[in-house]
Each structure stands twice: as C-alpha cells, then as structure tokens.
C-alpha cells in the first residue's frame, strides 16, 4: 500500500472492520485511498466498495484482490461449512 500510495496510485481498501481498519477516506499529497470495511463475501460489501470507489475516482485501473484463508486437513475431515466460506472468500468474492 505504501509503495503504491507513494507513487500515486489512488488506492480503495476493504477488510473486516477492526481497532486499525475504519471505513474512512484521505487525501493528501502522497496518496489518496478510500477504505470500506466489510465482508468481501457478502455482495452488498461488494457493491459498495465498487460504488465508493467509481464515486471517489471515476474508474478502476487495476484490481489486486488478496483475500484468502485457507484449512488444512485431510478432506474427510474437514467441516462442509467452513470449505464453503474458505470456497467464497477465495473464489466468489472476487
């Protein structure tokens, strides 16, 4: 993020909310970002991260989507639901 934001790229961030994650927007000299806190799986998240960032810059340039959770275990062992949420993350929400 730094060495994006500091050669000017206008950056729009999303996470799950957290004490160092708040939805927020800057702008200064160095870099302009716009952060949406929220869960990537859920399409209402999605949608608003699009509309934020169309609203703040205009376009979408570049999309560098580093979500990802992963489990390890053997298949037989691994609980559906948690494969299903590990499947959303990595492959639907992006």
């Known amino acids: 993020m730094k060495l994006l934001g ?3 790229a206008r950056l ?13 927007s800057t702008a200064d000299k160095t870099c302009a970002r716009i952060i949406t806190t929220g869960d990537i799986t859920d399409p209402e998240t999605r949608h608003a991260v699009v ?8 376009r979408i340039d570049v999309l560098i989507n580093n979500a990802g959770v992963g489990q390890y275990g053997y298949p ?19």
């Open 6 to 8: 500091g050669r000017g």
């Open 51 to 58: 509309a934020r960032t169309l609203d703040q810059f205009g």
């Open 76 to 94: 037989s062992e691994v609980d559906t639901e948690i494969s299903k949420r590990i499947f959303d993350i990595n492959v639907f929400s992006a």
């Open 12 to 24: 729009s961030l999303t996470a799950l909310p957290g004490e160092n994650f708040r939805s927020t």
